[in-house]
């Protein structure tokens, strides 16, 4: 089982950027594929990006490709997920994500571990 916890959020300006961090324990994270998911208010759990467990295979929605990066190092247990061009739509709860399955997966039921999120707000 691994523990999953977040940070990096904050408020940013529409334009600017973050980068969110997910810190794994429990277990190496090297044996998960990760991804991020975000939630807005009132809205459903949406994916944002993931990566397979070696770091090669991607995915990005498409609503945010060009502007998000996510990356591992599994040598720091740690998930990173870069975004750039902030827009107000992008501000949500974000969410990391580990599965034991392989690939980058896309879809919530497909993980079975999650942390309490991180807060990101773009204001415009």
């Known amino acids: 089982q691994v523990a999953l916890v977040e940070s990096g959020g904050g408020l940013v300006q529409a334009g600017g950027s973050l980068r969110l961090s997910c810190a794994a324990s429990?277990?190496?994270?090297?044996?998960?594929?990760m991804a991020w998911f975000r939630q807005a208010p009132g809205k459903e759990r949406e994916f944002v990006a993931a990566?397979?467990?070696?770091?090669?295979?991607?995915a990005t929605v498409d609503s945010v490709k060009g502007r998000v990066t996510i990356s591992r190092d599994n040598a720091k247990n740690t998930v990173y997920l870069q975004m750039n061009s902030l827009k107000p739509e992008d501000t949500a709860v974000y969410f990391c994500?580990?599965?034991?399955?392989?690939?980058?997966?896309?879809?919530?039921?497909?993980?079975?571990?999650w942390g309490q999120g991180t807060q990101v707000t773009v204001s415009s």
């Open positions: 994500a580990a599965t034991s399955a392989y690939g980058a997966l896309t879809r919530k039921h497909q993980y079975a571990y």
């Open positions: 429990g277990r190496t994270l090297s044996a998960y594929g």
């Open positions: 990566v397979s467990r070696s770091g090669g295979p991607t």
